[in-house]
């Protein structure tokens, strides 16, 4: 590609800070700053990440002549490099693919999960509704989709998890900037905004400074879509009590939150609380993956630090679900355990549930060997035990008390009923001869969510929920389309999916109403 002024930086001129996670999303070159300090705008964008650049494509989509993108990084993309795909219903894929998918079902069963609580069900509505037009917006735009009975994660989702084919989401992203540098798109990058320039209540604009050097952008409308705030222990803290950086672990992404400031002193409603995208079955970042992959398996065992057993361990299948059973445990940690037999039929039968690019019953002929390596290179998160006795001095907790749990599950497995926690029967494989393994897990983080309140439009509210003119804001920084708890089971892919979507909306929304 030729290079431009406003657009990207040639590949060879620095690899990415994370070059797997960064995979087709060259560096972008900062604009020249204005002369005189002030520029003029239809649509500001604010955070090149999913959100971002899906709202300015949309921006130019619907009638915006100059769009301007603001981004502290000096590459685009964000956390959206790393998601290998997005939720998506009635779409084209799938409706080749002659698989059922129903958007007023799917919509049903999510606000049912979430209770109705905290979640706005209009701009819940909207998202789902538009999800499967994004499929068809995308593939417009050279981008192939897998659906995910190829891909799937769990043994009882419904499929509609679009994959994008061989790569992740850097790819879409860099079609949609590479787009955006066609049509005009001024990027400043390695550039913050320091405050939203208001006129009586009204956002009218920006500004931002970029090596020091501060400047204006004047613009009828303004799209916040910077992300979450997991780096900020301390802002995560606030809106988020439970949290311990030292158990949740997390992506290191950069993101601080400084659009939830700017947001607030605009005069934002903001819930007092947020939700964390939390992922379950996860070991520690200094742990080989594969301990987190197949330390799911359903007829495995899992106890707490206590040595006892508090779930039906097909709960795996739902990393939301099975994160919420473990944080309910002492230390919000949890202990799986199993003997020869559980690597026996893992090697013969394959996993039950996928593991990365395979698929479920495939043969795992080395899982004994990759477990063996894993173990010796993190102690700390998988232990090969001679007995009952040193497993339960690893995990800290009564060798009595594990060797009573043992007998009991046991006896379920010969008798075929599990007394305790009713797990399906042909799950119920014992757990009896030794050596014994073990696999710490523990609860991630993965992104925050919220606390800026949007309505369907994705014009931020204030407190009567009235939009504010001018503001508008998408993806992981806005709240009301998750509640207490990550809808994975009817939204897998959702929070990419949200992201893509919201920041669709709030592009048409906000070019509309510059342009009006």
């Known amino acids: 590609m030729e290079e431009r002024k406003n657009g990207m930086v040639p590949e060879e001129e620095g690899p990415p800070p994370i070059e797997f996670m960064y995979r087709g999303i060259p560096n ?54 790393m998601a290998r795909g997005l939720f998506a219903c009635e779409s084209s ?38 999800s499967g037009d994004t499929i068809d917006w995308l593939r ?20 509609n998890w679009h994959c994008v084919k061989g790569s992740t989401m850097a790819t879409p992203m860099a079609h949609l900037v590479e787009e955006l540098i066609y049509r005009g798109a001024v990027f400043f990058t390695e550039t913050m905004v320091e405050e939203l320039v208001r006129d009586q209540g009204t956002v009218t604009g920006v500004k931002a400074v970029h090596a020091g050097t501060r400047f204006q952008i004047n613009a009828p409308s303004v799209v916040l879509a910077s992300g979450g705030f997991l780096a900020n222990a301390e802002m995560v803290k606030q809106y988020y009590p ?35 995208i939390r992922e379950g079955c996860a070991t520690s970042d200094r742990a080989p993956r594969i301990l987190s992959e197949f330390g799911r398996e359903p007829y495995l065992l899992w106890v707490n630090r206590k040595g006892r057993r508090y779930v039906d361990e097909t709960v795996g299948s739902i990393l939301q ?23 026996q039929r ?37 232990k090969i035990a001679q007995s009952v006795e040193e497993l339960a001095q690893w995990i800290g907790c009564q060798p009595e008390v594990l060797r009573a749990e043992l007998d009991s599950y046991n006896r379920y497995c010969a008798q075929g009923y599990d007394e305790d926690f009713n797990k399906p029967r042909r799950y119920l494989l014992p757990c009896q001869t030794g050596p014994f393994y073990g696999i710490r897990h523990r609860a991630i983080a993965v992104d925050t969510v919220g606390p800026v309140r949007v309505n369907e439009r994705l014009e931020v509210v204030d407190p009567n929920w009235d939009p504010i003119p001018g503001l508008y804001a998408a993806g992981s920084l806005t709240s009301g389309w998750q509640s207490n708890d990550y809808c994975g089971m009817y939204l897998f892919g959702g929070a990419m999916s949200y992201g893509i979507n919201s920041g669709r909306i709030a592009g048409q929304s906000a070019a509309r109403y510059a342009v009006k």
Not at 111 to 122: C, F, K
Not at 125 to 130: D, G, H
Not at 321 to 342: L, R, W
Not at 351 to 372: C, I, N, Y
Request: proline fraction near 4%.
């Open 28 to 81: 972008l070159r900062c604009a020249d700053l204005p002369a005189g300090g002030v520029m003029e705008a239809d649509v500001v964008v604010v955070g090149c990440g999913g959100a971002g650049i899906a709202a300015a494509v949309s921006a130019f989509e619907n009638g915006a002549k100059r769009v301007v993108i603001i981004e502290k990084q000096k590459r685009a993309g964000g956390n959206a490099v």
């Open 93 to 130: 894929v799938l409706r080749q693919a002659m698989i059922k998918s129903d958007k007023d079902e799917i919509f049903t069963n999510v606000m049912t999960w979430h209770h109705h609580t905290r979640v706005n069900g209009r701009l819940v509505r909207a998202w789902i509704n538009q």
């Open 140 to 159: 417009r735009r050279d981008v192939e989709f897998e659906v995910g009975t190829t891909q799937r994660m769990t043994y009882d989702i419904a499929p």
């Open 242 to 276: 439970d949290y311990d950086p030292e158990i949740f672990g997390g992506y290191k992404a950069p993101n601080m939150g400084e659009s939830v400031e700017l947001a607030r002193e605009a005069g934002a409603l903001l819930d007092r609380d947020i939700m964390l």
């Open 321 to 343: 679900v099975a994160t919420n059973a473990m944080m309910a445990q002492p230390g919000m940690e949890s202990y799986v355990i199993f003997d020869g037999n559980a690597f």
């Open 346 to 382: 893992m090697m013969r039968l394959g996993m039950e549930l996928s593991k990365g690019d395979q698929t479920r019953g495939v043969p795992q002929p080395d899982l004994k060997q990759q477990f063996e390596k894993a173990a010796e290179k993190a102690p700390t998160e998988a």
